[in-house]
């Protein structure tokens, strides 16, 4: 038999749910999510192999038009980039609530000129089902997309059809990674990514955009892997949100995103996380770097 394997790129305005459907496509949790837009900052592979197939999604940045700062430049660069790069893209849009900014990213879809497959994610949540049917043609009057699929990334409905048309469309070729492995990314990465995923998720709105997460130290012992997280923030008043009264708040980041390393590494975990204040990382070009933005 011969072997089928292509890149897929998962490419969207902020927010619309690409993280999540990475996850149900590898039914492995890579990518962190929630509920904020832009939590996901890197590009990241979850390698999924299907007896001769191996479908390698690339989950990217959200692509945003109101780019202020360095690391948002970044970002949008690093998803730009993915485009030239894959066999398939999978444009992912939030239901039927077309924005200019998907507008945006249709055009560079336009110009990449590669196999296209429109995603409408979050069909759960659409009250009423008919308006879909109208949306379906008007996207098809906007762009000669290979497939058009309504699917729910979060209750995993309709999956089966997204996976069905990647099939047919995915290229004859050697396979790139071990049919075992499930992303390119580091263990020590992935701990640094579910350590931001706790501050996303328990900070309020605006303090994650502030936050950059690193990990220090990492040391196997066998039994006990020893994690040293790095929280960067922006300013003194941003350090002493993360801590919290007491430290309260630290230790809840900390305690869930130990949580989750445990479940991750099959093992118990020691994690240290600090604070430290650096005035403009997210417009330092050689520290983002540092941080893996490059």
């Known amino acids: 038999m011969t072997s089928h394997c292509g890149y897929i790129a998962l490419v969207g305005r902020p927010n619309v749910g690409k993280s999540t459907l990475l996850n149900q496509l590898v039914q492995q949790k890579i990518s962190i999510t929630s509920r904020k837009p832009q939590t996901t900052r890197h590009s990241i592979l979850g390698i999924c192999t299907d007896d001769m197939y191996q479908y390698i999604y690339v989950d990217t940045p959200g692509i945003n038009q109101n780019i202020k700062k360095t690391i948002n430049k970044m970002m949008n660069k690093t998803a730009i980039h993915v485009l030239r790069d894959v066999d398939i893209i999978a444009f992912v849009v939030d239901g039927i609530h077309w924005t200019d900014e998907d ?36 996207m098809g009057q906007r762009y000669s997309f290979k497939a058009m699929v309504p699917l729910s990334a979060k209750t995993g409905a309709q999956l089966a059809s997204l996976q069905k048309v990647l099939h047919d469309l995915l290229p004859a070729a050697p396979f790139l990674f071990a049919k075992d492995q499930v992303t390119d990314r580091s263990v020590r990465f992935l701990c640094a990514e579910l350590l931001r995923e706790k501050v996303f998720r328990l900070c309020g709105q605006e303090l994650p955009y502030a936050v950059t997460v690193g990990i220090e130290k990492y040391q196997d012992e066998g039994t006990l892997v020893r994690i040293f997280g790095l929280i960067l923030v922006d300013k003194e008043s941003q350090k002493r949100m993360i801590i919290g009264d007491s430290g309260s708040k630290l230790k809840a980041i900390a305690t869930d995103a130990r949580i989750d390393m445990e479940r991750m590494l099959g093992k118990k975990v020691f994690l240290q996380c600090y604070c430290k204040v650096k005035s403009g990382w997210a417009d330092d070009e050689r520290l983002l770097k540092q941080f893996g933005y490059d």
Do not use: F, Q, T
Not at 110 to 135: E, F, G, H, Q, T
């Open 103 to 138: 507008g945006h990213v249709l055009e560079l879809v336009r110009a990449a000129k590669i196999p296209c497959i429109l995603v409408i994610n979050k069909v759960d949540k659409m009250a009423d089902k008919s308006a879909l049917l109208p949306y379906l043609e008007a």
